[in-house]
C-alpha cells in the first residue's frame, strides 16, 4: 500500500500562484508514475499533470504553461506549482500514484481544496 498526503491549498485571487505538495510513504517502490487530479462538486476527476519515475510529464491542455509537476524521487514527494490562477481552476485537488507510467491511478490523497476568486 502506498499513503499520500498533500499540502499547500487555500485561497488566493485570481493571477495569484499556489504550490501544491504531496508525500508519499508505504510500498515507494512499487510507484511510477505521481500526479494530480482535480474535481469539481458534481464533475468527474480530470488529469491535471503526471510525472513518470523517469521524468516524463503529462499536463492538461488547460494548464499548459501556467502550471509546472515536480518530482523529488530521494524524498518521495511531487508538487504542483500553479500560477496565473483562474476561478475556473477552483477544485479538490488529489495527489495520485501509479504503479504504471500511464493509466488511471492505483492510490488516491485525500484532497486538498484550491479555491481561485475573481
Known amino acids: 500500500q502506498v499513503q499520500l498526503v498533500e499540502s499547500g491549498g487555500g485561497l488566493v485571487q485570481a493571477g495569484g500562484s499556489l504550490r501544491l505538495s504531496c508525500a508519499a510513504s508505504?510500498?515507494?517502490?512499487?510507484?511510477?508514475?505521481m500526479g494530480w487530479y482535480r474535481q469539481v462538486a458534481g464533475k468527474q476527476r480530470e488529469l491535471v499533470a503526471t510525472?513518470?519515475?523517469?521524468?516524463?510529464?503529462n499536463y492538461a491542455n488547460s494548464v499548459k504553461g501556467r502550471f509546472t509537476i515536480s518530482r523529488d524521487n530521494a524524498k518521495n514527494t511531487v508538487h504542483l506549482q500553479m500560477n496565473s490562477l483562474k476561478p475556473e481552476d477552483t477544485a479538490v485537488y488529489y495527489c495520485?500514484?501509479?504503479?504504471?507510467?500511464?493509466?488511471?491511478?492505483?492510490?488516491w490523497g485525500q484532497g486538498t481544496q484550491v479555491t481561485v476568486s475573481s
Open positions: 495520485t500514484a501509479n504503479r504504471f507510467p500511464l493509466g488511471f491511478p492505483n492510490y
Open positions: 508505504g510500498s515507494i517502490s512499487s510507484i511510477n508514475a
Open positions: 510525472t513518470t519515475r523517469g521524468g516524463t510529464t
